[in-house]
Every structure is written in structure tokens, then in C-alpha cells.
């Protein structure tokens, strides 16, 4: 048996939230695309979220900062922006998280600013928490709120078949289930609480 998503009637159209996905490898032969086609695949299952994927292997956004912004940035700055929360779907390399997301969050600050951020993580034996734990301290320097529940795939080649299929959804599901209920809270109470106060960085 499979986690129930919905929230059924208690959510209005006016009052979902946008979700951008972030997928953070960009590495040759990764595995992330995988990850993140079945997360967001459980977006189908909620009537209080939409989802913008936003695939960094796409982006290409340049490996070094500077003051202009070129169109690579360009392309993702309006989708982060417009936002409500976040959900970081990363790897772990070398005990830390992709050069290439550092470079995405980097290159932003007010789109960050009052806003949850959920992790799905995943690796060898430490399913990639040690990303996520790294990726806390750089989202609340840009005055982003963490989730505390995340989901995380533990030896993740051996949990796909495949097609990309999980051998056993139950778990995976539940975690997910979880950690979107706090990413929508989160994002229902700091998007309303800016429309009364705005947020003071």
C-alpha cells in the first residue's frame, strides 16, 4: 500500500504553492534524473502544489561569479523568484554537495530570502545526509528555512530497477509524504506572513 498524498477539498486553486525542484548533478552517466522523474512524479498526487523542475545539467550556468548575469542565469533567476519553496535533489560528493548547485545558489540571495527548502538526497551508505547537513548551514546564511524531515535513498543503485522503478515505494513514499507536508506548511505561513510583514533581512 502506497502513502495517500492528497489533501482532497480543504485546498483552493488560490492557495497552491510552486514548488521548484532542483536537480543538483550535473555529472556524465548521473543518476539524478532518475531521482528526481520519481519525486516529482508524486506531485501528480497533491491538489496544494505545483512543481517547476528546474535541472541544472540544463541550466548551464557559468562556473565562475561576476556582477553581470549572462542569459544562463537569466533563464532561472524569474523561476526561483516566483517560487514559493524549494526542494533540493542532490548527490553526495565527497562528503558535500555539487560545485554546480554551490554556483546556483551563489549566484542568487533575494530569491532564497523567506522561503522552506526540503532535501531529497541520496548516495552510498550515507544516502547523502552529509550533503543535506551542509546545505542547511548555506540555506540559513541566505535566511532560507530547512525542513527538518528529509528523504533519502541509502545505496540508491540498488533501490531503482531498471526502468527507474522503486523496488519498495512504501518507504520512500512516506518520507516524501512527510517532508512536503512541512515544505507546504512552511511555505502557506511565510508566504502569508510576508503579505501582513515584510520580511526584515
Known amino acids: 500500500m502506497t502513502a495517500d498524498m492528497s489533501h482532497g477539498s480543504e485546498s483552493r486553486r488560490g492557495e497552491r504553492l510552486k514548488v ?86 551563489d549566484w542568487h540571495y533575494a530569491e532564497w530570502r523567506a522561503k522552506p527548502v526540503g532535501f531529497v538526497s541520496y548516495g552510498g551508505m550515507a544516502g547523502g545526509l552529509r550533503a543535506v547537513e551542509q546545505l ?20 540508491v543503485w540498488s533501490c531503482f530497477d531498471e526502468s527507474g522503478k522503486l523496488s519498495d515505494p512504501t518507504g520512500p513514499e512516506s518520507a516524501a509524504k512527510t517532508m512536503l507536508d512541512q515544505l507546504a506548511w512552511w511555505g502557506h505561513t511565510l508566504r502569508d506572513g510576508k503579505t501582513v510583514r515584510p520580511y526584515a533581512a
Request: hydrophobic content about 45%.
Open 20 to 105: 521548484a525542484v532542483i536537480v543538483a548533478s550535473t555529472r556524465e552517466g548521473r543518476f539524478a534524473p532518475t531521482v528526481a522523474r520519481w519525486f516529482t512524479e508524486l506531485f501528480s498526487r497533491r491538489d496544494d502544489l505545483d512543481v517547476d523542475v528546474i535541472d541544472l545539467a540544463e541550466a548551464r550556468l557559468p562556473d565562475g561569479l561576476s556582477e553581470q548575469r549572462g542569459p544562463e542565469v537569466a533563464g532561472i533567476t524569474p523561476r526561483l523568484d516566483a517560487a514559493d519553496a524549494f526542494v533540493v535533489v542532490t548527490p553526495e560528493y565527497n562528503h558535500s554537495f555539487p560545485a554546480t548547485l554551490k554556483t546556483a545558489i
Open 136 to 155: 542547511r548551514q548555506v540555506f540559513a546564511e541566505l535566511h532560507a528555512v530547512t525542513v527538518r524531515d528529509t528523504v533519502s535513498f541509502h545505496g
